[in-house]
């Protein structure tokens, strides 16, 4: 079993920057990890997924060259740097845990979740 706490969000005005955090309990060294977001009114979409044990990395096009995702194992931590942003990556960021290590964009693949942290990005 894990458990996986989001902190990090928040207000920034357009362009600016915001860091997310997703902290996980038990052992996942072979797992993959995701980080998926939900704007009101719409489906949940992928923004991007590492494999936590060789770093291989995977994202979303519209995020892609903006956010970067990544782990600090002494920590057991995921994070996820989201520069340039717009108002358009309003949503409630939420990250996943997969421990099968599929590296998939398919949030029904993930078995874990976080309860979400509100990033709101004004114009």
């Known amino acids: 079993q894990v458990q996986l706490v989001e902190s990090g969000g928040g207000l920034v005005q357009a362009g600016g920057t915001l860091r997310l955090s997703c902290a996980a309990s038990?052992?996942?060294?072979?797992?993959?990890m995701g980080w998926f977001r939900q704007a009101p009114g719409q489906e949940r979409e992928f923004v991007a997924a590492i494999r936590w044990s060789g770093g291989s990395t995977y994202y979303a096009d519209s995020v892609k060259g903006r956010f970067t995702i990544s782990t600090d194992n002494a920590k057991n931590t995921l994070y996820l740097q989201m520069n340039s942003l717009k108002s358009e990556d309003t949503a409630v960021y939420y990250c996943?845990?997969?421990?099968?290590?599929?590296?998939?964009?398919?949030?029904?693949?993930?078995?874990?979740w976080g309860q979400g942290t509100q990033v709101t990005v004004s114009s």
């Open positions: 038990g052992r996942t060294f072979r797992y993959s």
């Open positions: 996943a845990a997969d421990p099968r290590g599929r590296f998939s964009s398919r949030s029904y693949e993930y078995d874990y």
